[in-house]
DNA sequence: CCGGTCGTTCACACGGGGTTCACCGGAACG
DNA sequence: CGTTCCGGTGAACCCCGTGTGAACGACCGG
């Protein structure tokens, strides 16, 4: 599981807020809704940005034990926390898979389409 | 196959930083998404760096088995690799074929058309 | 009880990855 | 030169890893 950390650390991840001690995530100023599983995920993500984590890795993390063959949890969960920040922030992504490997967290500006800025 | 190295060596060849225990390459800062056999691929080169690495030595390091007559893939996945890594940092030649041989890996600059800088 | 949220699991869809094949051009060789 | 060998390259193919919607049961507050 996560080291405990102070109460009152904050983490920084491009317009994203968190506060690990109080399970509070803001995106762009608004809070975000997130259960207890999503909000480990996102925290344990966020404190190895850049890095790639394996999923066995991540369940240890914040399932607190050894992942079982088969079990697809954290795929799921990957998906919800996507959903919910890019609802947030449609402009931005943070979770990318690396097949084979697991997943990195990085602010990355999303591929949007070129709707140029000047259309019709 | 690799022989197990520590979790946190970092290997550097120009503009590359590798991390094998983290399966991430980055080149110019930016992560790039390789595959596990282009990941392996590179790992083992870059290992060898400036010495000419054998067809057969290259697949039994990566595939963890011995080299088929007539097999391909590391042809093709030298190939993949150069297209990745020329498409990173298209100055930088990084894979050498020595025909008969084998592949080298070193990062040299590679022979780009002088574009003058003073182009358009 | 009743409705809602949450975590887990399942089923299916989908795309990336690994392998193989075919074709090509260049190099080596006679 | 003509032939042969070797590596480069694009593409077809199939499988597996991952994405995704949904069902299900446990739990909780009202």
């Known amino acids: 599981m996560e080291a405990a950390q102070s109460q009152d650390d904050v983490l920084y991840a491009g317009e994203l807020e968190i506060r690990p001690g ?10 975000l809704t997130l259960s207890v599983r999503e909000f480990g995920l996102l925290v344990a993500l966020v404190r190895r940005s850049g890095r790639i984590v394996s999923r066995s890795e991540l369940y240890t993390l914040v399932w607190g034990n050894e992942l079982r063959d088969g079990d697809r949890s954290i795929d799921v969960y990957v998906h919800k926390l996507r959903v919910k920040l890019e609802t947030a922030l449609p402009a931005w992504a943070f979770i990318h898979t690396h097949v084979g490997f697991g997943y990195r967290f990085s602010p ?7 709707n140029s800025t000047t259309s019709r």
């Not at 109080?22 to 809070?31: D, E, I, K, Q």
């Not at 990355?108 to 070129?114: D, G, K, L, Q």
């Open 22 to 31: 109080g399970g509070l995530v803001l995106a762009g100023g608004r809070a």
């Open 108 to 114: 990355e500006a999303s591929h949007v389409f070129h």
